[in-house]
């Protein structure tokens, strides 16, 4: 998990912090979105976006992770936790594992489920 964004981190990638901020961006045009009311409307969209995603985000596995991270971590805070945005935190999670997205992305989507502590079981 985030194997890939520490990678890119220790070895001195410049352009770390701005593939963040372009994913960042495309999860807030994906919320504006008439598909984010609806579970079965985001997956289709995560699956329409994945390859955006990659293209923005510094290439197929970055991009990837990225677009998992942001889309759940989005919703996180260390002080709060998800407080009032657990529910949507849910529905990116749950929208990830209906979607056709790649198996990376939906294993992607598990772990930091787990680490954020959406799921049950929260093994890694």
Request: aromatic content about 12%; some cysteine; proline content about 0%.
């Amino acid at each position: 998990m985030a194997v890939n964004t520490l990678e890119a981190l220790i070895n001195g990638n410049a352009n770390i912090v701005e593939y963040y901020n372009n994913g960042t961006l495309l999860w807030q045009q994906i919320k504006e979105s008439v598909e984010f009311n609806d579970v079965n409307s985001l997956a289709q969209a995560l699956t329409m976006r994945q390859i955006q995603f990659e293209n923005q985000c510094g290439g197929r596995w970055l991009g990837q992770e990225i677009m998992v991270i942001t889309g759940i971590g989005q919703f996180y805070s260390s002080e709060i936790g998800f407080d009032a945005t657990y529910e949507d935190a849910l529905k990116v999670m749950n929208a990830f594992a209906q979607s056709y997205c790649s198996i990376e992305v939906k294993w992607q989507a598990e772990k930091v489920a787990k680490i954020f502590y959406l799921t049950k079981n929260n093994e890694l």
